[in-house]
Protein backbone atom coordinates (compact mmCIF):
# COMPACT_ATOMS: atom_id res chain seq x y z
CA UNK A 1 0.00 0.00 0.00
CA UNK A 2 2.68 2.44 1.31
CA UNK A 3 4.66 1.79 -1.82
CA UNK A 4 2.04 1.57 -4.28
CA UNK A 5 0.95 5.11 -3.20
CA UNK A 6 4.51 6.25 -3.12
CA UNK A 7 6.54 4.99 -5.80
CA UNK A 8 3.45 3.58 -8.49
CA UNK A 9 0.86 6.37 -8.27
CA UNK A 10 3.75 9.06 -8.22
CA UNK A 11 6.11 7.62 -11.54
CA UNK A 12 2.89 5.62 -13.13
CA UNK A 13 5.78 2.97 -13.69
CA UNK A 14 4.27 -0.12 -14.99
CA UNK A 15 7.46 -2.23 -13.64
CA UNK A 16 7.39 -1.62 -10.14
CA UNK A 17 3.68 -1.95 -10.11
CA UNK A 18 4.69 -5.42 -11.47
CA UNK A 19 7.22 -6.12 -8.79
CA UNK A 20 5.42 -5.15 -6.18
CA UNK A 21 2.39 -7.21 -6.75
CA UNK A 22 4.79 -10.08 -7.41
CA UNK A 23 6.29 -9.40 -4.12
CA UNK A 24 3.44 -9.38 -2.52
CA UNK A 25 1.42 -12.11 -3.81
CA UNK A 26 4.55 -14.23 -2.88
CA UNK A 27 4.64 -12.71 0.66
CA UNK A 28 1.63 -13.77 0.82
CA UNK A 29 1.94 -17.39 -0.36
CA UNK A 30 4.62 -17.66 2.29
CA UNK A 31 2.33 -16.23 4.87
CA UNK A 32 -0.71 -18.97 3.87
CA UNK A 33 2.21 -21.58 4.00
CA UNK A 34 3.93 -20.58 7.53
CA UNK A 35 0.05 -20.65 8.83
CA UNK A 36 -1.07 -23.86 7.12
CA UNK A 37 2.53 -25.38 8.93
CA UNK A 38 1.21 -24.09 12.45
CA UNK A 39 -2.13 -25.09 12.32
CA UNK A 40 -0.47 -28.84 11.02
CA UNK A 41 1.78 -28.10 14.62
CA UNK A 42 -0.99 -27.72 16.55
CA UNK A 43 -3.03 -30.49 14.96
CA UNK A 44 -0.36 -32.76 15.56
CA UNK A 45 0.55 -31.42 18.82
CA UNK A 46 -3.09 -31.72 19.54
CA UNK A 47 -3.16 -35.55 18.60
CA UNK A 48 0.06 -36.59 19.90
CA UNK A 49 -1.24 -34.84 23.62
CA UNK A 50 -4.65 -37.32 23.22
CA UNK A 51 -1.86 -40.01 22.16
CA UNK A 52 0.31 -39.87 25.13
CA UNK A 53 -2.77 -39.09 27.81
CA UNK A 54 -5.49 -42.06 26.55
CA UNK A 55 -3.67 -44.73 28.27
CA UNK A 56 -3.33 -42.43 31.83
CA UNK A 57 -6.84 -41.01 31.32
CA UNK A 58 -8.68 -44.25 30.80
CA UNK A 59 -7.01 -46.03 33.86
CA UNK A 60 -7.99 -42.87 35.69
CA UNK A 61 -11.47 -43.07 34.53
CA UNK A 62 -11.46 -46.79 35.24
CA UNK A 63 -10.32 -45.84 39.09
CA UNK A 64 -12.57 -42.69 39.27
CA UNK A 65 -15.80 -45.00 37.84
CA UNK A 66 -14.90 -47.29 40.93
CA UNK A 67 -15.08 -44.60 43.42
CA UNK A 68 -17.48 -42.41 42.17
CA UNK A 69 -18.86 -44.16 39.44
CA UNK A 70 -19.24 -44.12 35.54
CA UNK A 71 -20.81 -41.15 34.68
CA UNK A 72 -18.49 -39.50 36.45
CA UNK A 73 -15.64 -40.78 35.12
CA UNK A 74 -16.69 -40.44 31.40
CA UNK A 75 -15.73 -36.71 32.53
CA UNK A 76 -12.39 -36.90 32.06
CA UNK A 77 -12.23 -38.85 28.29
CA UNK A 78 -14.82 -35.95 27.32
CA UNK A 79 -12.46 -33.45 28.45
CA UNK A 80 -9.36 -35.09 26.61
CA UNK A 81 -11.34 -35.26 23.52
CA UNK A 82 -12.41 -31.26 24.19
CA UNK A 83 -8.91 -30.16 24.53
CA UNK A 84 -7.90 -31.82 21.29
CA UNK A 85 -10.95 -30.10 19.48
CA UNK A 86 -9.54 -26.57 21.49
CA UNK A 87 -5.91 -27.40 20.44
CA UNK A 88 -6.80 -27.47 16.64
CA UNK A 89 -9.16 -24.34 16.84
CA UNK A 90 -8.29 -20.41 16.03
CA UNK A 91 -8.55 -19.44 19.77
CA UNK A 92 -5.16 -20.98 20.10
CA UNK A 93 -3.21 -19.42 17.99
CA UNK A 94 -4.56 -15.65 18.82
CA UNK A 95 -2.10 -15.54 21.89
CA UNK A 96 0.35 -16.39 19.53
CA UNK A 97 -0.34 -13.80 16.83
CA UNK A 98 -0.12 -11.22 19.70
CA UNK A 99 3.03 -12.14 20.49
CA UNK A 100 3.83 -10.44 17.36
CA UNK A 101 2.81 -6.63 18.04
CA UNK A 102 6.20 -5.67 19.20
CA UNK A 103 7.01 -6.02 15.03
CA UNK A 104 3.84 -4.11 14.41
CA UNK A 105 4.40 -1.24 17.25
CA UNK A 106 8.40 -0.88 15.83
CA UNK A 107 6.27 -0.61 11.90
CA UNK A 108 4.01 1.87 13.31
CA UNK A 109 6.86 4.17 15.57
CA UNK A 110 8.77 4.03 11.84
CA UNK A 111 6.03 5.58 9.96
CA UNK A 112 6.00 8.02 12.42
CA UNK A 113 5.95 8.06 16.43
CA UNK A 114 1.91 9.46 16.73
CA UNK A 115 1.00 5.94 14.68
CA UNK A 116 3.44 4.25 17.75
CA UNK A 117 1.46 6.23 20.24
CA UNK A 118 -1.64 5.27 19.09
CA UNK A 119 -0.95 1.47 18.98
CA UNK A 120 0.55 1.51 22.39
CA UNK A 121 -2.84 2.63 23.77
CA UNK A 122 -4.79 0.89 21.71
CA UNK A 123 -3.20 -2.34 23.11
CA UNK A 124 -2.67 -0.96 26.65
CA UNK A 125 -6.93 -0.19 26.50
CA UNK A 126 -7.80 -3.63 25.07
CA UNK A 127 -5.71 -5.05 27.18
CA UNK A 128 -7.42 -3.71 30.13
CA UNK A 129 -10.81 -4.41 28.79
CA UNK A 130 -9.30 -8.49 28.31
CA UNK A 131 -8.99 -8.16 32.15
CA UNK A 132 -12.61 -7.01 32.49
CA UNK A 133 -14.26 -9.65 30.35
CA UNK A 134 -11.89 -12.42 32.72
CA UNK A 135 -13.25 -10.57 35.75
CA UNK A 136 -16.86 -10.35 34.68
CA UNK A 137 -17.42 -13.94 33.16
CA UNK A 138 -14.34 -16.28 34.89
CA UNK A 139 -16.50 -17.29 37.94
CA UNK A 140 -19.90 -17.33 35.97
CA UNK A 141 -17.86 -20.04 32.70
CA UNK A 142 -16.73 -22.03 35.60
CA UNK A 143 -19.50 -22.29 37.57
CA UNK A 144 -22.10 -22.96 34.23
CA UNK A 145 -19.08 -25.30 33.07
CA UNK A 146 -19.13 -27.77 36.63
CA UNK A 147 -23.05 -27.79 36.76
CA UNK A 148 -23.01 -28.81 32.92
CA UNK A 149 -20.63 -31.33 33.76
CA UNK A 150 -22.29 -32.49 37.12
CA UNK A 151 -26.16 -32.23 35.19
CA UNK A 152 -24.80 -34.55 32.35
CA UNK A 153 -23.07 -37.27 34.80
CA UNK A 154 -26.14 -37.32 37.02
CA UNK A 155 -28.29 -37.77 33.86
CA UNK A 156 -25.77 -40.35 32.05
CA UNK A 157 -25.55 -42.24 35.31
CA UNK A 158 -29.91 -42.43 35.20
CA UNK A 159 -30.03 -43.70 31.31
CA UNK A 160 -28.22 -46.75 31.94
CA UNK A 161 -31.78 -47.96 34.13
CA UNK A 162 -34.11 -46.91 30.76
CA UNK A 163 -35.80 -50.46 31.14
CA UNK A 164 -36.85 -48.98 34.84
CA UNK A 165 -37.63 -46.09 33.71
CA UNK A 166 -39.79 -46.85 30.94
CA UNK A 167 -41.40 -49.84 32.80
CA UNK A 168 -42.65 -47.86 35.93
CA UNK A 169 -43.39 -44.22 33.75
CA UNK A 170 -40.56 -42.95 35.37
CA UNK A 171 -39.75 -40.22 32.22
CA UNK A 172 -41.48 -37.42 33.33
CA UNK A 173 -39.99 -37.45 36.90
CA UNK A 174 -36.82 -37.44 35.45
CA UNK A 175 -37.50 -34.83 32.78
CA UNK A 176 -37.91 -32.40 35.74
CA UNK A 177 -35.08 -33.65 37.58
CA UNK A 178 -32.69 -32.74 34.29
CA UNK A 179 -34.79 -29.18 34.17
CA UNK A 180 -33.93 -28.20 37.78
CA UNK A 181 -30.07 -29.65 37.26
CA UNK A 182 -29.66 -27.74 33.80
CA UNK A 183 -31.69 -24.80 35.22
CA UNK A 184 -28.42 -23.79 37.38
CA UNK A 185 -26.30 -24.60 34.43
CA UNK A 186 -28.19 -22.55 31.71
CA UNK A 187 -29.16 -19.50 34.17
CA UNK A 188 -24.48 -19.66 35.08
CA UNK A 189 -24.27 -19.16 30.88
CA UNK A 190 -26.60 -16.95 29.79
CA UNK A 191 -25.52 -14.71 32.09
CA UNK A 192 -21.61 -14.94 31.52
CA UNK A 193 -22.64 -15.28 27.67
CA UNK A 194 -24.12 -11.73 27.76
CA UNK A 195 -21.46 -10.26 29.80
CA UNK A 196 -19.04 -11.92 27.11
CA UNK A 197 -21.26 -10.70 24.59
CA UNK A 198 -21.52 -7.22 25.51
CA UNK A 199 -17.50 -7.29 25.79
CA UNK A 200 -16.72 -8.26 22.68
CA UNK A 201 -19.29 -6.01 20.61
CA UNK A 202 -17.58 -3.31 22.68
CA UNK A 203 -13.94 -4.16 22.39
CA UNK A 204 -14.96 -4.64 18.52
CA UNK A 205 -16.27 -1.30 18.01
CA UNK A 206 -13.01 0.09 20.00
CA UNK A 207 -10.91 -1.64 17.71
CA UNK A 208 -12.87 -0.14 14.50
CA UNK A 209 -12.46 3.55 15.75
CA UNK A 210 -8.82 3.06 17.29
CA UNK A 211 -8.58 2.46 13.14
CA UNK A 212 -10.69 5.10 12.25
CA UNK A 213 -8.67 7.33 14.82
CA UNK A 214 -5.68 6.31 13.50
CA UNK A 215 -6.64 7.21 9.57
CA UNK A 216 -7.57 10.85 11.15
CA UNK A 217 -4.22 11.29 13.13
CA UNK A 218 -2.94 10.20 9.37
CA UNK A 219 -5.01 12.83 7.34
CA UNK A 220 -3.74 15.04 9.70
CA UNK A 221 -0.08 14.21 8.98
CA UNK A 222 -0.47 14.08 5.51
CA UNK A 223 -1.80 17.58 5.92
CA UNK A 224 1.22 18.67 7.83
CA UNK A 225 3.24 16.82 5.14
CA UNK A 226 4.77 14.58 7.93
CA UNK A 227 3.76 11.61 5.99
CA UNK A 228 3.34 10.60 2.94
CA UNK A 229 -0.57 9.30 1.91
CA UNK A 230 0.84 5.88 1.47
CA UNK A 231 1.91 5.85 5.23
CA UNK A 232 -1.73 6.96 5.96
CA UNK A 233 -3.03 3.32 4.57
CA UNK A 234 -0.31 1.41 5.88
CA UNK A 235 -0.82 2.66 9.25
CA UNK A 236 -4.43 2.42 9.42
CA UNK A 237 -3.69 -1.42 8.27
CA UNK A 238 -1.17 -1.50 10.69
CA UNK A 239 -2.93 -0.78 13.94
CA UNK A 240 -5.92 -3.20 12.67
CA UNK A 241 -3.84 -6.07 12.16
CA UNK A 242 -1.75 -5.33 15.65
CA UNK A 243 -5.59 -5.69 17.46
CA UNK A 244 -7.24 -8.38 16.02
CA UNK A 245 -5.47 -10.55 18.04
CA UNK A 246 -6.39 -9.25 21.22
CA UNK A 247 -9.68 -9.18 19.96
CA UNK A 248 -9.85 -12.45 19.18
CA UNK A 249 -8.32 -13.43 22.42
CA UNK A 250 -11.21 -11.79 24.20
CA UNK A 251 -13.93 -13.23 21.89
CA UNK A 252 -12.77 -16.77 22.53
CA UNK A 253 -12.05 -16.11 26.98
CA UNK A 254 -14.60 -18.52 27.51
CA UNK A 255 -12.88 -21.37 25.52
CA UNK A 256 -9.96 -20.74 27.23
CA UNK A 257 -11.03 -20.98 30.86
CA UNK A 258 -13.00 -24.53 29.39
CA UNK A 259 -9.74 -25.62 28.52
CA UNK A 260 -7.80 -24.80 31.45
CA UNK A 261 -10.92 -26.42 33.90
CA UNK A 262 -10.71 -29.28 31.80
CA UNK A 263 -7.01 -29.77 31.49
CA UNK A 264 -7.27 -29.04 35.45
CA UNK A 265 -9.56 -32.43 35.75
CA UNK A 266 -7.16 -34.45 33.38
CA UNK A 267 -4.47 -33.04 35.62
CA UNK A 268 -6.19 -34.10 39.09
CA UNK A 269 -7.69 -37.32 37.79
CA UNK A 270 -4.24 -38.56 36.61
CA UNK A 271 -2.42 -37.52 39.52
CA UNK A 272 -4.74 -39.47 41.64
CA UNK A 273 -3.93 -42.96 39.38
CA UNK A 274 -0.25 -42.26 39.49
CA UNK A 275 0.20 -42.04 43.16
CA UNK A 276 -1.04 -45.22 44.20
CA UNK A 277 0.06 -48.09 41.71
CA UNK A 278 3.06 -49.73 41.09
CA UNK A 279 4.45 -49.83 37.55
CA UNK A 280 6.86 -52.59 37.89
CA UNK A 281 4.82 -55.34 36.61
CA UNK A 282 5.22 -58.70 39.08
CA UNK A 283 4.95 -62.61 38.02
CA UNK A 284 2.97 -64.57 40.08
CA UNK A 285 4.01 -67.40 42.21
CA UNK A 286 2.14 -69.99 44.02
CA UNK A 287 2.05 -68.45 47.43
CA UNK A 288 -0.22 -68.19 49.66
CA UNK A 289 -2.81 -65.52 50.40
CA UNK A 290 -2.74 -63.56 53.36
CA UNK A 291 -5.55 -60.95 54.48
CA UNK A 292 -4.00 -58.95 57.42
CA UNK A 293 -6.00 -56.55 59.87
CA UNK A 294 -7.94 -55.38 57.06
CA UNK A 295 -10.00 -52.31 57.44
CA UNK A 296 -12.04 -50.60 55.26
CA UNK A 297 -13.94 -46.93 55.12
CA UNK A 298 -15.46 -45.30 52.42
CA UNK A 299 -13.05 -41.94 52.56
CA UNK A 300 -14.40 -38.94 54.66
CA UNK A 301 -16.84 -41.77 56.61
CA UNK A 302 -15.79 -42.41 60.20
CA UNK A 303 -17.03 -45.64 60.33
CA UNK A 304 -15.76 -48.52 58.84
CA UNK A 305 -17.32 -50.86 56.42
CA UNK A 306 -14.42 -53.70 57.15
CA UNK A 307 -13.34 -54.09 60.31
CA UNK A 308 -10.00 -55.86 61.16
CA UNK A 309 -10.59 -58.84 59.09
CA UNK A 310 -7.65 -61.30 59.07
CA UNK A 311 -7.21 -65.15 57.66
CA UNK A 312 -5.47 -66.70 54.83
CA UNK A 313 -5.71 -69.18 52.46
CA UNK A 314 -3.51 -71.41 50.68
CA UNK A 315 -3.34 -72.53 47.19
CA UNK A 316 -6.30 -75.20 46.13
CA UNK A 317 -8.43 -74.42 49.18
CA UNK A 318 -11.63 -73.29 48.10
CA UNK A 319 -13.43 -70.41 50.73
CA UNK A 320 -16.82 -69.60 51.30
CA UNK A 321 -18.10 -66.00 52.63
CA UNK A 322 -21.74 -65.97 53.77
CA UNK A 323 -23.19 -63.52 56.18
CA UNK A 324 -26.23 -61.70 55.97
CA UNK A 325 -26.97 -58.64 53.39
CA UNK A 326 -24.78 -55.47 54.08
CA UNK A 327 -22.03 -57.47 56.00
CA UNK A 328 -19.43 -56.10 53.61
CA UNK A 329 -18.70 -59.15 51.66
CA UNK A 330 -18.86 -57.31 48.06
CA UNK A 331 -16.49 -54.74 49.80
CA UNK A 332 -14.22 -57.30 51.22
CA UNK A 333 -14.37 -59.24 47.74
CA UNK A 334 -13.42 -55.60 46.08
CA UNK A 335 -10.62 -55.70 48.67
CA UNK A 336 -9.44 -58.92 47.94
CA UNK A 337 -8.92 -57.99 44.12
CA UNK A 338 -7.02 -54.86 44.78
CA UNK A 339 -9.96 -52.65 43.37
CA UNK A 340 -10.34 -51.15 46.70
CA UNK A 341 -7.12 -49.23 48.87
CA UNK A 342 -7.40 -50.30 52.37
CA UNK A 343 -7.50 -47.61 55.08
CA UNK A 344 -5.34 -50.16 56.92
CA UNK A 345 -3.89 -53.58 56.94
CA UNK A 346 -3.99 -54.81 53.15
CA UNK A 347 -4.15 -58.51 50.94
CA UNK A 348 -1.08 -59.93 50.14
CA UNK A 349 -1.17 -62.61 47.40
CA UNK A 350 3.06 -63.97 47.52
CA UNK A 351 3.76 -61.28 49.91
CA UNK A 352 2.61 -58.98 47.51
CA UNK A 353 0.12 -56.05 48.27
CA UNK A 354 -2.93 -56.74 45.70
CA UNK A 355 -3.86 -53.04 46.03
CA UNK A 356 -0.60 -51.71 44.92
CA UNK A 357 0.37 -54.62 42.30
CA UNK A 358 0.65 -53.58 38.62
CA UNK A 359 -2.60 -54.51 37.59
CA UNK A 360 -1.95 -55.93 33.87
CA UNK A 361 0.49 -58.59 35.27
CA UNK A 362 -2.07 -58.90 38.36
CA UNK A 363 -5.10 -59.60 36.49
CA UNK A 364 -3.16 -62.34 34.40
CA UNK A 365 -3.50 -64.74 37.10
CA UNK A 366 -6.63 -63.21 39.01
CA UNK A 367 -10.53 -63.70 37.73
CA UNK A 368 -13.47 -61.72 39.55
CA UNK A 369 -16.89 -61.89 38.69
CA UNK A 370 -18.34 -58.85 40.03
CA UNK A 371 -21.99 -59.22 41.95
CA UNK A 372 -23.53 -56.88 38.55
CA UNK A 373 -22.68 -58.74 36.26
CA UNK A 374 -21.79 -56.37 33.31
CA UNK A 375 -19.95 -57.76 29.71
CA UNK A 376 -17.91 -55.08 27.88
CA UNK A 377 -18.84 -53.69 24.34
CA UNK A 378 -17.33 -56.27 21.74
CA UNK A 379 -18.05 -60.34 20.73
CA UNK A 380 -18.19 -63.27 23.11
CA UNK A 381 -14.82 -64.28 22.31
CA UNK A 382 -13.29 -60.94 23.41
CA UNK A 383 -15.20 -60.77 26.44
CA UNK A 384 -13.96 -63.87 27.59
CA UNK A 385 -10.03 -63.43 26.16
CA UNK A 386 -10.60 -60.05 28.39
CA UNK A 387 -10.51 -57.64 25.40
CA UNK A 388 -7.47 -58.79 24.14
CA UNK A 389 -6.71 -60.62 20.77
CA UNK A 390 -6.23 -63.86 22.78
CA UNK A 391 -5.32 -67.50 22.26
CA UNK A 392 -8.55 -69.36 20.70
CA UNK A 393 -7.60 -72.43 22.12
CA UNK A 394 -7.52 -70.49 25.55
CA UNK A 395 -11.46 -69.43 25.24
CA UNK A 396 -12.53 -72.39 24.41
CA UNK A 397 -10.48 -73.99 27.46
CA UNK A 398 -12.44 -71.20 29.79
CA UNK A 399 -15.70 -71.55 27.65
CA UNK A 400 -15.22 -75.68 28.65
CA UNK A 401 -14.02 -74.63 32.08
CA UNK A 402 -17.40 -72.78 32.55
CA UNK A 403 -19.35 -75.06 30.61
CA UNK A 404 -20.78 -72.33 27.95
CA UNK A 405 -18.93 -74.11 25.27
CA UNK A 406 -21.91 -75.60 23.75
CA UNK A 407 -24.36 -73.17 24.75
CA UNK A 408 -22.19 -70.38 22.95
CA UNK A 409 -21.98 -72.79 20.28
CA UNK A 410 -26.01 -72.65 20.02
CA UNK A 411 -26.14 -68.90 19.21
CA UNK A 412 -26.05 -67.72 15.62
CA UNK A 413 -22.69 -66.35 15.49
CA UNK A 414 -20.64 -68.59 18.10
CA UNK A 415 -18.01 -67.02 19.46
CA UNK A 416 -18.56 -64.04 17.27
CA UNK A 417 -21.87 -62.66 18.26
CA UNK A 418 -21.49 -59.26 19.60
CA UNK A 419 -22.62 -58.53 23.85
CA UNK A 420 -21.93 -55.63 25.71
CA UNK A 421 -24.64 -53.15 27.16
CA UNK A 422 -26.19 -52.34 23.66
CA UNK A 423 -27.13 -55.69 22.48
CA UNK A 424 -29.47 -57.48 24.43
CA UNK A 425 -28.90 -61.00 22.68
CA UNK A 426 -28.17 -63.25 26.00
CA UNK A 427 -30.26 -63.96 29.24
CA UNK A 428 -29.02 -62.72 32.83
CA UNK A 429 -28.41 -66.42 33.27
CA UNK A 430 -26.00 -66.99 29.77
CA UNK A 431 -23.91 -63.67 31.01
CA UNK A 432 -23.39 -64.79 33.83
CA UNK A 433 -21.95 -68.25 32.60
CA UNK A 434 -19.84 -65.97 30.11
CA UNK A 435 -18.51 -63.57 32.84
CA UNK A 436 -17.35 -66.82 34.36
CA UNK A 437 -15.81 -68.39 31.47
CA UNK A 438 -14.28 -64.75 31.16
CA UNK A 439 -13.11 -65.16 34.69
CA UNK A 440 -11.55 -68.34 34.00
CA UNK A 441 -9.62 -67.51 31.12
CA UNK A 442 -5.97 -67.99 31.31
CA UNK A 443 -6.20 -70.51 34.42
CA UNK A 444 -6.34 -68.06 36.91
CA UNK A 445 -4.82 -68.70 40.58
CA UNK A 446 -6.98 -66.35 42.04
CA UNK A 447 -10.31 -66.61 41.91
CA UNK A 448 -12.96 -64.32 43.44
CA UNK A 449 -16.85 -64.77 42.79
CA UNK A 450 -19.09 -62.46 43.87
CA UNK A 451 -22.76 -64.34 43.98
CA UNK A 452 -21.91 -66.58 40.75
CA UNK A 453 -24.99 -68.31 41.25
CA UNK A 454 -27.65 -65.16 41.22
CA UNK A 455 -28.67 -66.07 37.85
CA UNK A 456 -28.16 -69.69 37.53
CA UNK A 457 -30.73 -72.37 37.39
CA UNK A 458 -29.83 -75.78 38.98
CA UNK A 459 -28.27 -77.01 35.65
CA UNK A 460 -25.94 -73.87 36.35
CA UNK A 461 -25.43 -74.27 39.29
CA UNK A 462 -23.84 -77.54 38.78
CA UNK A 463 -21.71 -76.75 36.23
CA UNK A 464 -20.55 -73.53 38.71
CA UNK A 465 -19.47 -76.51 41.13
CA UNK A 466 -17.98 -78.43 39.01
CA UNK A 467 -15.58 -75.53 37.46
CA UNK A 468 -15.07 -74.27 41.18
CA UNK A 469 -13.90 -77.95 41.72
CA UNK A 470 -11.13 -77.83 38.44
CA UNK A 471 -9.86 -74.81 39.53
CA UNK A 472 -9.44 -76.23 42.94
CA UNK A 473 -7.95 -79.38 41.54
CA UNK A 474 -5.40 -76.39 39.28
CA UNK A 475 -4.08 -75.30 42.37
CA UNK A 476 -6.24 -71.92 42.21
CA UNK A 477 -7.15 -70.18 45.56
CA UNK A 478 -11.28 -69.40 44.90
CA UNK A 479 -13.28 -67.08 47.31
CA UNK A 480 -17.17 -67.18 46.69
CA UNK A 481 -19.97 -65.20 48.01
CA UNK A 482 -23.07 -66.29 47.63
CA UNK A 483 -26.63 -65.70 49.29
CA UNK A 484 -27.91 -69.25 47.92
CA UNK A 485 -26.26 -71.59 49.91
CA UNK A 486 -26.54 -74.63 47.52
CA UNK A 487 -23.01 -73.53 46.12
CA UNK A 488 -21.54 -74.34 49.95
CA UNK A 489 -21.29 -77.60 49.49
CA UNK A 490 -17.94 -77.19 47.56
CA UNK A 491 -16.04 -74.96 49.97
CA UNK A 492 -13.56 -76.19 52.31
CA UNK A 493 -13.53 -73.59 54.37
CA UNK A 494 -16.18 -71.03 55.56
CA UNK A 495 -15.93 -67.30 57.02
CA UNK A 496 -18.75 -65.85 58.06
CA UNK A 497 -18.98 -61.79 57.71
CA UNK A 498 -21.25 -59.67 60.34
CA UNK A 499 -21.09 -56.28 60.06
CA UNK A 500 -17.70 -56.44 58.84
CA UNK A 501 -16.14 -58.60 61.43
CA UNK A 502 -15.34 -62.29 61.24
CA UNK A 503 -17.47 -64.28 63.35
CA UNK A 504 -16.47 -67.74 62.57
CA UNK A 505 -13.76 -68.93 60.23
CA UNK A 506 -12.52 -72.40 59.32
CA UNK A 507 -13.33 -75.67 58.04
CA UNK A 508 -16.74 -76.05 56.48
CA UNK A 509 -17.46 -79.27 58.68
CA UNK A 510 -16.13 -77.76 61.62
CA UNK A 511 -17.62 -74.46 61.47
CA UNK A 512 -21.44 -76.20 60.59
CA UNK A 513 -21.22 -78.22 63.66
CA UNK A 514 -19.48 -75.89 65.94
CA UNK A 515 -21.32 -75.29 69.76
CA UNK A 516 -23.29 -73.02 70.22
CA UNK A 517 -25.29 -74.42 67.21
CA UNK A 518 -24.75 -72.61 63.64
CA UNK A 519 -26.97 -68.84 63.07
CA UNK A 520 -29.67 -68.51 60.37
CA UNK A 521 -27.22 -68.26 57.48
CA UNK A 522 -25.46 -71.46 58.45
CA UNK A 523 -28.32 -73.45 59.13
CA UNK A 524 -29.35 -72.90 55.62
CA UNK A 525 -25.57 -73.59 54.32
CA UNK A 526 -26.13 -76.67 56.48
CA UNK A 527 -29.11 -77.58 55.43
CA UNK A 528 -28.38 -77.19 51.59
N1 LIG B 1 -18.98 -46.65 48.11
C1 LIG B 1 -19.69 -46.75 49.23
N2 LIG B 1 -20.04 -45.65 49.91
C2 LIG B 1 -20.73 -45.73 51.05
N3 LIG B 1 -21.15 -46.88 51.60
C3 LIG B 1 -20.86 -48.02 50.97
C4 LIG B 1 -20.11 -48.02 49.76
N4 LIG B 1 -19.95 -49.30 49.36
C5 LIG B 1 -20.58 -50.05 50.29
N5 LIG B 1 -21.13 -49.30 51.25
C6 LIG B 1 -21.87 -49.76 52.44
O1 LIG B 1 -21.16 -50.83 52.99
C7 LIG B 1 -22.03 -51.82 53.49
C8 LIG B 1 -21.62 -53.17 52.94
O2 LIG B 1 -21.88 -53.22 51.58
P1 LIG B 1 -21.57 -54.54 50.74
O3 LIG B 1 -22.06 -54.30 49.34
O4 LIG B 1 -20.16 -54.90 50.91
O5 LIG B 1 -22.49 -55.60 51.49
P2 LIG B 1 -22.80 -57.11 51.12
O6 LIG B 1 -22.52 -57.89 52.33
O7 LIG B 1 -22.12 -57.51 49.87
O8 LIG B 1 -24.36 -57.01 50.87
P3 LIG B 1 -25.26 -57.89 49.89
O9 LIG B 1 -25.17 -59.28 50.41
O10 LIG B 1 -26.62 -57.31 50.07
O11 LIG B 1 -24.72 -57.73 48.53
C9 LIG B 1 -23.44 -51.39 53.11
O12 LIG B 1 -24.06 -50.86 54.25
C10 LIG B 1 -23.23 -50.31 52.08
O13 LIG B 1 -24.21 -49.33 52.21
Redesign the pocket.
Known sequence: MLQIHDRVLNSQSFDTLTMLTLLAISALVVYGLLDLIRSLAFQAMGSAIVRRLNAPVLASAVQASV?QGLSRAAQSLRDLSELRGFLTSSAVVAPLDAAWSPIFLGALFLLHPLFGLVGVVSVVVLICCGLVNDILTRQLTKEANQANVEAVSKIAGSLRHAEAIEAMGMLPALARRWRTLQIHALGALEAGGSRSKAMTSMTRSLRYSIQVITLATGALLVLDQAITPGAMMASSILVGRLLIPFDTIIENWRQWVLAVAGWRRIEAAIGEEMAIRQTTPTPHSAGEMIVDKLVYA?PG?EVP??KGVSFSLSPGEVLGVV????????????LLVGILKPTSGGVFLDGHNTYLWERGSFGEKVGYLP?SVSLLEGTIRENIARMEDGDPHKVIEAARLAEVHEMIGRLPLGYDTPVGDGHLTLSGGQRQRIALARCLYNRPRLVVL??PNANLDSLGERALVRAIQRMRDQGAIVIM?A?RPSIMQVADKLLV?EN?RISQFGPRTDILTAVPGPGETLREVASA
Open positions: NVVIIGPSAAGKSTLARQDEIHLG
